[in-house]
């Protein structure tokens, strides 16, 4: 074990930065394994922080709010990646544990390190060309061929700051259309369907890969995951070894998601997320260690537990008021209900999922 506050008994304290549902669910299950779970989110009462043992209500840069985290917690993680890198490196500089470290973050906030980092590794992705100018986008068009696909570098998620550009003459616009930010222009990715991985890895280098999921997405926004995906034998041998690139080319600690696309004869990464990621939410109802769990595990020090599914399982989110739909949905005896206890059902919000159990596939 790799530092000697390792593993973290039960009693120990978690830091989460961000209340939202992905903290609430870490939280949950940390508190199963005996942890206490802080929370530092600046919107007050947050779906994370009303199931913890308390919350900070701060921004997360706030420096006393960092020192305080750094000070009761044993180990400080995060449940989204626009936490500022540098508030990461601060709480790991003064001496607080830290997974996963400020470097993953800080790749996965920046889409061109990001395919850089993830190429250098050898998980391959769609051709692509930074954008600093309309020009580029002219000059990128001629490389990357038309359609291409602008994405603003940060601060892109659920495909926002994206447009799809036809040709030269729309490249101005385009560029105004992202807010004329720096950007990524992507080759178009011709895939078949959109398959994620989640993947963990300890403080020990050892590491554990979950089975395939196939997301369907409705305006930028995940709808529906089922796992485990139909994959041949081939395909799943490829994500393991990508999920393996990734995690040990960032030295990783703790679950990260793997967004893919498959071509039928390859994958190529769309994108990742250094933390528990919501193509996961299916292992809750079917896999004995859930992402939750297993990210507590991982960051504790802990063994990592199994990946197996016992069970293949359609999730799906409810966004906004489908939240209403809660009681109906309770009734069913194949579905389990996940609410994050958000008191307001704004349009498109992640406000609920549900896991229906499937069908085994016959062989
Ligand atoms: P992202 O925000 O990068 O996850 O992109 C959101 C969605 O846009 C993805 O789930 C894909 O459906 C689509 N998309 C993103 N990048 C590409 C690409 N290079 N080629 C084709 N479709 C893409």
Redesign the pocket.
């Known amino acids: 074990m790799a530092d000697e506050r390792l593993p973290l008994q039960p009693g120990a304290t978690i830091g989460v930065m961000g209340g939202g549902q992905l903290g609430r669910m870490i939280s949950q299950a940390a508190s199963r394994l005996g942890f206490d779970v802080v929370v530092l989110d600046p919107e007050e009462n947050s779906p994370a922080g009303r199931v913890s043992r308390g919350q900070i209500v701060a921004a997360y840069d706030d420096p006393t709010a960092l020192n305080v985290m750094g000070r009761v917690c044993d180990v400080v993680t995060f449940e989204f990646e626009n936490v500022p890198a540098a508030a990461v490196e601060a709480l790991a500089a003064g001496g607080a544990l830290v997974a996963p470290g400020p470097t993953a973050l800080a790749i996965a906030q920046d889409r061109v390190d990001e395919k850089t980092f993830l190429n250098a590794v050898g998980a391959r992705t769609?051709d692509f060309v930074a954008v600093e100018s309309a020009g580029d986008i002219v000059a990128g068009l001629e490389r990357l061929g038309a359609p291409a696909?602008l994405?603003t570098r940060r601060d892109?998620y659920d495909?926002k700051g994206?447009v799809w550009v036809r040709k030269a003459s729309e490249a101005a616009h385009a560029f105004a259309a992202i807010g004329e930010r720096p950007a990524i222009l992507?080759?178009?990715?011709p895939f078949q369907r959109?398959l994620s991985v989640i993947c963990a890895r300890g403080w020990d280098g050892k590491v554990a890969v979950y089975p395939l999921g196939e997301n369907t997405?409705a305006g930028?926004i995940l709808r529906t995951t089922v796992a485990p995906a139909v994959t041949d034998a081939a395909t799943q041998r490829r994500a393991k070894r990508i999920a393996r690139a990734i995690l040990d080319g960032l030295d990783y600690v703790g679950v990260l998601g793997v967004?893919l696309f498959d071509l039928g004869d390859r994958l190529l990464v769309?994108?990742i997320a250094p933390r528990v990621h919501n193509t996961g939410h299916w292992t809750q109802d079917g896999c004995v260690c859930d992402q939750f769990e297993q990210h507590v595990r991982a960051i504790a020090g802990w063994p990592l537990g199994p990946t197996a599914a016992h069970a293949r399982i359609e999730m799906t989110n409810l966004l906004g008021s489908e939240v209403d739909r809660w009681s109906r949905l309770a009734g069913r005896a194949d579905t389990r209900l996940h609410l994050y206890g958000k008191v307001e059902a704004r349009r498109g919000r992640k406000m609920a999922h549900v896991n229906r159990i499937l069908p085994p596939v016959a062989d």
Not at 186 to 189: G, L, M, Q, S, T
């Open positions: 769609v696909l994405k892109g495909g994206q992507e080759a178009r990715a959109e997405h930028g967004e769309n994108e």
